[in-house]
């Protein structure tokens, strides 16, 4: 239906396009009249008026009536106080799966008529939308023509149209960050409605499946000592900073190296190889930590008589450092890179040995630049999902062995919303209050590296 | 400090030097060379994928025992059953098997094996009431013993293929009836409970939709946000808050944009999950900021003489952009879109959670068909427990890898071949 209307708009539009602008050129040819615009505007003007307002309306439409038809189907069962409020939700969509002949198992005799209405109300909305919409193409293009007969200045309102709809793009950036808060914020106060917040991010035991096992009555008791995070932050902290113990020294050498040392011709083919670490897959990385590094370090363990355990903290947090490097090592080196040549100069020029210069002239100058670097790989790591998935465990403990399985919070966010879930128990809004951690966390880390970054950048401009 | 002493400090000084140095060499061969156990590591566990083993029995299509005849429409003949004539073969590949052996004798093909009969039969029906030699699949187990993938020494108890079967498998490996082909099914078939049967085709036409979806969004939008941010926008509080969102967002961690996805677009406003479609907006919105920022360098890099040039002669602002400006960027906007789309093809944690991870095992062929992609097979078929996952996930990854290196090579040809150097 949607498809139909819109390859409607387009064709429409684009008559019009053409329309407008051979009835603005032969009116030219013919009669001699002088027009404000190119002809072409006026084309373009038909077809923005002709196109726009349709468009505006059908992505309003499309995404209400569905909650229009809710409200109207679910307001019997509202007024119904045997009903759970909670299960208004799953009703309707018991109703949906009867409509559409997709419902699973014995059809509950008393939803058939609901689903029949459900049919109806969709009919009746679906012919409505495609009726406004007409009538709004039909009204625009009539309005928008009387408005070229007065001969307006069409190129100027085209190009604010033009204008903003840029700005609107523009804007969708921000539409995001609000799109993340808002979902996020919303399932995690429901969340922290049940929990409490202070026993979120203190609580020592993470067991999410738990909250499962009593009946619902007693849900709320057992809900208390099940959902504490400190297990997972710490995780998240100790395998970030085994990739970073990884990552940094390698890193950074090979950015100092690559800046100072190689010859341009070494510089050109190992620049591009070491960037391609940050273009492999991280599923890829998590395939191989699980199934390569994983077993050999558990091999190596057996034969110095060390218990290592095959989905390791360890072998997570090196293969994660290796994904790592090149943001590390590429930020170092333009960082390096923009330290002024006078700098070393002076240095050289002392007697200093180019280690020397280095290490006690480049590197201080090139300090911030290189923290924010370490800053945003750090970001990386925290905020890093299919390495620690497939190769850290699942295993929420308090531990300081890198040689046990270890979880984080981007592991439990996938481990709890795999599958089929309900929005309307305390172990999926988990998932999001761990979600809003994650974001936050990276967020603050990210501000930091980037204005530490911008501020170096600034000085030596 | 004596002549000598100072001759032991340069010395102690040069060493230094050399250690520096040292390091850094030792840095980079450490990073390539893990690159190279991956790479490595991944293609020669990969590469056996692309063959598969069959086995050349001979079937005789007996008429009474299809219950078909020459005349039998195609129908017919896709219902009728040839279980009986390939287990008559099997069967007849050992005529001494004990009666309990004989569930063994006919578990060493796959269990497609009938239906490849049946097409086989299709393709050739002048075969009705011969004996001709038709090529089986082999079942999964014995497939990776061929290849080598699994010990044949060990214990019967401990693997997944018994005494009887190796026997039986060596007899007519040694008549060379075992065969290995060119796996095509590999690329055409969907994902399967059996290893031997399951490919990436679903998954390949997936991440093709997902990706059509997330290029449709996320290029336009992408392109007119940048040219709107480096052209257009005034310098006023708006334009600083979506700056800083912009560069805020390309390092926001990609499963907090599926957790986005889930909670706004599956979640309120009921689109269907597990589909292109969701998965396409989900990484549009994620690729958009790595669009924005190459695409506003590409815009910075055109002089501003062209600019003027174009204004001097009477060119409105939206005019001198679109028409002078932008074309001259092009290459360079065009590139950062594919790198940003690479990125997006290897994504995995944002599509598991809406719930991309499904057993899909038909072929997609429209965005709201459920779908998977090409690195959440890899996550699926890596938690799979079969020998015979292991080498269709590492095939996989290298089938992935393959577009990522095309893609990416294909950008840096673009920058290299069109982009114009000002100076």
């Given amino acids: ?461 | 400090m004596t002549s000598k002493q100072k001759e032991i400090f340069l010395k102690k000084r040069y060493r230094a030097e050399n250690r520096f140095k040292f390091f850094g060499i030792f840095s980079i061969t450490l990073a390539v060379s893990f690159l190279g156990i991956l790479l490595f590591n991944i293609f020669s566990s990969g590469l056996s994928a692309f063959f598969k083993t069959k086995i050349l029995l001979k079937i005789n299509f007996d008429e009474k025992k299809l219950g078909i005849n020459i005349n039998t429409s195609e129908k017919e003949i896709k219902a009728s059953n040839f279980n009986e004539i390939l287990q008559e073969a099997l069967l007849n590949l050992d005529l001494l098997t004990p009666e309990l052996k004989k569930i063994e004798l006919i578990d060493i093909v796959s269990v497609d094996a009938t239906y490849e009969l049946k097409r086989f039969y299709l393709k050739h029906k002048d075969q009705l009431n011969k004996m001709i030699e038709v090529s089986l699949t082999l079942s999964d187990d014995l497939d990776q013993l061929h290849k080598g993938n699994f010990p044949r020494d060990i214990p019967e108890d401990r693997r997944r293929f018994s005494d009887f079967q190796l026997k039986v498998f060596d007899e007519q490996n040694a008549q060379n009836k075992i065969i290995t082909e060119f796996n095509f099914s590999f690329f055409t078939n969907a994902d399967s409970r059996d290893p031997e049967l399951a490919g990436i085709g679903s998954s390949l036409m997936g991440s093709l939709l997902t990706l059509l979806v997330c290029l449709i969004l996320s290029f336009p939008i992408g392109i007119l946000a940048a040219i709107y941010l480096e052209e257009f926008a005034p310098k006023n509080k708006i334009t600083e808050i979506i700056e800083i969102n912009v560069n805020n967002l390309a390092a926001v961690p990609s499963i907090v944009f599926g957790l986005l996805g889930l909670g706004i677009f599956l979640n309120y406003f009921y689109l269907p999950r597990s589909t292109p479609l969701v998965g396409g907006l989900v990484l549009a919105l994620m690729t958009l900021p790595r669009i924005i920022i190459p695409c506003r360098a590409a815009l910075k890099a055109v002089p501003p003489s062209i600019r003027e040039g174009a204004l001097a002669l009477g060119a409105s602002k939206v005019q001198t952009v679109m028409h002078n400006v932008v074309p001259l960027a092009m290459p360079g906007t065009l590139s950062g879109t594919i790198i940003g789309l690479s990125q997006a093809l290897g994504e995995t944690a944002p599509l598991i959670l809406i719930g991309m991870v499904a057993f899909i095992n038909v072929v997609p062929f429209y965005p709201i068909d459920p779908s998977a992609v090409l690195p959440v097979q890899v996550y699926l078929w890596s938690e799979s427990a079969e020998r015979g996952f292991v080498e269709k996930t590492s095939a996989t990854i290298i089938i992935l890898i393959f577009f990522l290196a095309f893609m990416n090579s294909f950008a840096i040809y673009l920058r290299n071949k069109f982009e114009r150097k000002w100076s």
């Fill in chain 1, 1 to 461: 239906m949607n498809l139909t209307i819109i390859t409607l708009i387009i064709v429409f539009s684009l008559s019009c396009f053409f329309f407008g602008k051979t009835r603005v050129s032969n009116k030219i040819k013919i009669s001699g009249k002088k027009f404000n615009s190119l002809p072409v505007y006026y084309g373009y003007y038909l077809a923005a008026w002709c196109g726009l307002p349709a468009l505006i309306i059908l992505f309003f439409w499309s995404f209400s009536d569905l909650y229009f038809i809710k409200f109207l189907i679910l307001s019997d069962f509202k007024a119904d106080p045997t009903i759970d409020k909670n299960k208004l939700n799953l009703i309707f969509t018991e109703i949906v799966s009867i409509a559409e002949k997709k419902f699973s198992g014995q059809i509950p005799k008393n939803l058939v008529p609901y689903a029949e209405r459900f049919l109806n109300l969709n009919k009746i909305f679906e012919l409505s939308k495609l009726a406004v919409i007409s009538s709004t193409i039909v009204f625009s293009i009539f309005f928008s023509y009387k408005q070229i007969l007065k001969n307006i200045k069409a190129r100027e309102s085209v190009e604010k149209v033009i204008r903003f709809i840029m700005f609107f793009c523009a804007a969708i950036a921000v539409l995001t960050t609000l799109g993340i808060v808002l979902s996020l914020l919303f399932e995690s106060i429901k969340f922290f409605t049940v929990v409490p917040i202070f026993d979120f991010i203190t609580g020592t035991n993470w067991a999410p499946g738990r909250a499962f096992i009593r009946d619902a009555s007693t849900e709320i008791a057992d809900v208390e000592n099940v959902f504490g995070a400190v297990p997972l932050f710490w995780g998240t902290f100790f395998i970030a900073a085994i990739a970073m113990c990884v990552a940094v020294p390698v890193g950074l050498f090979s950015g100092i190296y690559m800046a100072e040392y190689a010859r341009s011709k070494v510089r050109k083919i190992v620049k591009p190889l070491i960037e391609v670490l940050a273009g492999i897959p991280t599923v890829v990385y998590g395939f191989f930590a699980a199934l390569t590094v994983g077993p050999f370090f558990r091999a190596l363990g057996e034969t110095i008589g060390l218990d290592v355990s095959s989905e390791s903290a360890l072998a997570a947090g090196i293969v994660m450092g290796v994904m790592i490097i090149p943001y590390v090592s590429s930020l170092t080196d333009d960082v390096i890179n923009a330290v002024p040549l006078a700098l070393r100069e002076a240095s050289y020029s002392m007697g200093a040995t180019k280690s020397e210069t280095i290490k006690k002239v480049v590197l201080p100058a090139a300090l911030p630049g290189i923290v924010g670097a370490i800053l945003l790989a750090v970001s990386r790591a925290v905020g890093e999902t299919m390495i620690v998935v497939m190769a850290a465990g699942l295993g929420a403990r308090l531990t300081i062995n890198p040689l046990e399985a270890s979880t984080t919070i981007t592991t439990q966010i996938v481990t709890i919303l795999v599958g089929d879930q309900s929005f309307n128990n305390p172990k999926t809004q988990a998932a999001f209050a761990l979600g809003i951690t994650l974001f936050f966390f990276t967020l603050i880390i990210n501000i930091i590296a980037l204005q530490t970054v911008k501020k170096f950048k600034e000085q030596y401009d």
